[in-house]
């Protein structure tokens, strides 16, 4: 049948009919917010690129926690600024590294009342940016595994509830699935970075964790934003190593591979919303030329409705707020 006895306008009449029909939602559930750790007390550096995020020491970020605890997210990704760094990241490795020490603190005062996802990576803690050990002015692969690996026991060791690497090497969910358990952390899940991209929506970031590459860029590691087989084989091979969540990065450029991610494996899916994508949507609202809550929310539905079950966004607290108001 089709018009005029077919009128799709009927569903749309008012909002009881459109949101009864409505095929997507947002929940604060599927939120993780990202948060990035430094060392001292009392300290909060704003990241001037991203409005509203900030380096924060350990105490404010139990406050920080507290407050996205009260909207109702219910997880956070940390990013640690350590007090120094080295070729190799071994700074990230420790007992005592900047984000070790927030896990205990967090866990101590929020228990598992707060989901603690932890990113594994070294180009926050290396001296030339780049995610690993450099041979030959390039990232090594299989000698970057052992510090990943390192890094990643001892993030659980600290208490992360999930570990999330996301520095693109071959092999490493591998290695971090056993090198986890080997020593005792076989329930602790892997939410591997699978299709990560190399990407200019990072660029905020790199102000913010302080991890800009001193030469060269990571598309030796990072995928080329033309490819979507080649994603595909990234997260199968994730998948086969063991990885529990697999993630699309960046999102909102990206959903046509968030939405096959999804179609082709029965695995839940993340979608990481990056700094760039939040930064574009905050200067423009600024500017008054969009409607920055509107535009918020639509672009986190349109990613839940490519297929993702988990989103990691800037806006994850003032996204919550909004649907508490609803
Ligand atoms: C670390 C890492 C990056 C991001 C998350 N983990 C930066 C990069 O790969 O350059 C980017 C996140 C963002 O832009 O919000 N490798």
Redesign the pocket.
């Known amino acids: 049948m089709s018009f005029p006895q077919t009128r799709l306008r009927r569903l749309r009449k008012n909002p009881i009919l459109r949101n009864m029909i409505s095929e997507t939602a947002i929940s604060a559930n599927d939120l993780i917010m990202p948060l990035f750790v430094c060392p001292g007390r009392n300290i909060n550096n704003p990241i001037s690129s991203m409005p509203g995020n900030s380096q924060l020491s350990i105490d404010l970020i139990l406050e920080e926690c507290t407050k996205i605890l009260a909207v109702g997210v219910k997880s956070v990704l940390l990013f640690g600024i350590p007090e120094s760094k080295d070729e190799h990241g071994h700074v990230a490795c420790g007992h005592n590294g900047i984000v070790q020490k927030a896990i205990r603190a967090i866990k101590e005062q929020f228990g598992n009342e707060l989901l603690l996802v932890a ?1 594994v ?1 070294n ?1 926050e803690y290396t001296t030339h940016g780049h ?1 690993g050990t450099i041979v030959d002015g390039d990232v090594d692969n299989d000698l970057t595994l052992v510090t990943l690996a390192s890094q990643a026991l001892s993030l659980a060791k600290a208490g992360a509830d999930i570990i999330a690497p ?2 693109m090497m071959d092999g490493r969910v591998k290695k971090i699935r056993e090198t986890l358990d080997e020593n005792g952390y076989s329930t602790t899940p892997i939410m591997a970075y699978s299709a990560k991209y190399a990407s200019g ?2 660029g905020p ?2 102000e913010a964790a302080d ?1 800009a590459p001193k030469f060269g860029d ?1 598309r030796s590691y ?1 995928m080329n934003p033309a490819n979507s087989d080649e994603a595909m084989r990234e997260i199968a091979l994730d998948i086969e190593e063991g990885a529990d969540i697999v993630m699309v990065k960046p999102a909102m450029s990206y959903l046509d591979i968030i939405y096959r991610a999804k179609n082709t494996f029965n695995i839940p899916v993340a979608a ?1 919303s ?3 994508e939040f930064s574009m949507i905050k200067a423009a609202g600024a500017n008054d030329w969009i409607d920055q809550e509107r535009i918020m929310m639509e672009v986190a539905l349109s990613i839940k409705r490519a297929g993702a079950d988990i989103i990691i966004t800037y806006f994850a607290k003032e996204i919550a707020e909004v649907l508490n108001r609803k």
Do not use: I
Request: charged share 25%; hydrophobic share 20%.
């Open positions: 990113d990576c180009c995610c996301s520095d929506f990072y970031f790199r991890s990571r990072q990481y990056v700094s760039g």
